[in-house]
């Protein structure tokens, strides 16, 4: 492919995402929530303006103290990467078409992506907020991790293009959707239902997110086939990277590998998982089943439907040595 065909290609997607603008803006309102039909944070954590203020944090913590130290380290990862939200934003800013060129565009995709950003907002609060008040983690530590977070950036490879970055996001909504609710399942068996309740309502939101997403790609699909295909193969093969992973405490030379790691040990989010959200997707746009291809997209359609199996295989063929790392998060202890 020459350049001249590269800039063609990216002026018919800039021209899809513009002429997607009306459609955005008729289902903006399924999509996001009216803020004053939203959760929000306060309204899952104790009363301080309530005269028992004191009964309903000794409550709130006795609940917290039969959570695992395993359950914690995911814990603290999932409200670190939802903290890094700043640098989401800007991604999405980023994106061809997406841009919101004044701070308060009345564009459907600036309002779409100021929107999911008040929305995400929340979830960083209630999760940084539980974990302060459970008085069972190093917040300092937690803390400089977020910092550094944002700080150290995110580069999930999708250049400026809103194909790649719709295919990563439906995935990625998808992804914290199972994480959130995975943690919901523990928490409950460890016997605390306000986290139960407070990652139940995240993995709601993550749905819901995830379905725009989905929705947005599905549009893409069916006006530009081709290009759509190219780019689900493309990211696929460029792998979908956690939003957390430049995550640093200064002290872990692999904090996030030691993070997923435990996320994998604990089934919260695991290869398998990665292998089903493909499976998903795939069948969600119904990929298997476009027809009229060139070569190259049917070689793409073809690699993109077979995947799910590859990642499967390598699932199946994944053990745990079971080897303990230090988490500053939780005082050095290892885990
Ligand atoms: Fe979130
Ligand atoms: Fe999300």
């Not at 209630?126 to 977020?146: P, Q, S, W």
């Not at 599905?218 to 190219?230: G, M, R, S, T």
Request: with cysteine.
């Amino acid at each position: 492919m020459t350049s001249n065909d590269n800039n063609k290609i990216i002026t018919n997607k800039f021209e899809v995402i513009k002429n997607m603008e009306s459609f955005v803006a008729d289902n903006i309102d399924k999509l996001l929530k009216p803020v004053n039909e939203s959760w929000q944070p306060s309204d899952y954590l104790p009363d301080m303006n309530a005269e028992n203020w004191r009964e309903q944090i000794n409550e709130f913590r006795q609940k917290a103290e039969a959570l695992s130290d395993e359950l914690l380290v995911v814990l603290i990862g999932d409200m670190i990467t939802e903290e890094a939200l700043p640098t989401y934003q800007t991604y999405l800013n980023r994106l061809e078409g997406l841009t919101d060129f004044t701070g308060v565009s009345n564009s459907p995709w600036a309002r779409w992506s100021r929107g999911w950003t008040a929305e995400e907002n929340r979830h960083g609060d209630l999760l940084n907020k539980y974990l302060f008040l459970t008085g069972r983690t190093d917040m300092h530590a937690v803390e400089i991790t977020i910092q550094n977070l944002i700080k150290n950036g995110f580069n999930p490879q999708t250049e400026n293009d809103p194909y790649l970055g719709f295919i990563f996001t439906s995935f990625q909504e998808r992804a914290t959707k199972i994480s959130h609710t995975n943690v919901a399942r523990l928490a409950i068996k460890a016997g605390d239902n306000n986290l139960q309740k407070i990652c139940g309502l995240i993995a709601g939101d993550e749905a819901r997110h995830e379905k725009a997403y989905r929705l947005f790609m599905q549009k893409i699909f069916e006006v530009d086939p081709v290009q759509a295909i190219l780019a689900f193969a493309k990211m696929m093969k460029t792998k979908i990277t956690m939003p957390s992973q430049l995550m640093t405490d200064g002290k872990s030379n692999n904090l996030f590998t030691n993070f997923s790691n435990v996320a994998q040990k604990i089934k919260v989010y695991t290869v398998k998982d990665y292998a089903d959200i493909i499976a998903n997707l795939v069948s969600g746009w119904n990929v298997e089943n476009i027809i009229g291809l060139s070569d190259i997209a049917a070689k793409a359609q073809d690699y993109i439907c077979n995947l799910s199996e590859r990642y499967l295989k390598i699932a199946n063929r994944l053990s745990f040595a079971g080897t303990t790392e230090k988490f500053s998060w939780l005082f050095n202890r290892k885990v």
